[in-house]
């Protein structure tokens, strides 16, 4: 990936998350700041294929500053668009770039890692703990 968006991590995260794909061995961490229910800021790092990583980049741009229950609805269309081969939904903007994924079973695990993983952050997750990540 060229030019990958919001790699690194976060000052004060509230939420810091692991998510691997055995398949392939994809790797992500998704630190976010969340705040009045609202993605305040977010950042990732991993290892894995330019799909998992772009996914995780673009997914970074997508949520930032949006409420978790509009995360929450455009994670459930990325996966439909995905899983179900749905159309794309209009709020999947530049998220549309993954359709031909849908194609190819193993490479949609691979796009939809960092979305299970921020799943925990939609769903609730406890807090980072305090203290400097190891």
């Known amino acids: 990936m060229r030019h990958p968006r919001n790699r690194?991590?976060?000052?004060?995260?509230?939420?810091r998350?692991?998510?691997v794909n055995p398949v392939?061995?994809?790797e992500v961490h998704i630190?976010?700041?969340v705040g009045d229910s609202e993605v305040r800021d977010i950042a990732f790092s991993g290892l894995g294929c330019s799909i998992s990583q772009s996914s995780a980049s673009m997914l970074t741009e997508n949520v930032k500053g949006k409420k978790l229950q509009d995360i929450a609805r455009l994670r459930d269309h990325f996966q439909a668009m995905l899983v179900d081969g749905a159309d794309p939904a209009p709020d999947l903007g530049d998220l549309e770039a993954f359709q031909g994924v849908a194609r190819f079973p193993v490479r949609v695990k691979c796009a939809m890692l960092p979305?299970?993983?921020?799943?925990?952050?939609?769903?609730g997750a406890a807090p980072a703990p305090q203290g400097d990540r190891q």
């Open 8 to 15: 690194g991590a976060l000052e004060n995260p509230t939420h």
């Open 17 to 19: 998350l692991d998510g």
């Open 24 to 26: 392939c061995g994809d």
């Open 115 to 123: 979305w299970k993983v921020l799943d925990e952050v939609i769903e």
């Open 31 to 33: 630190e976010v700041a």
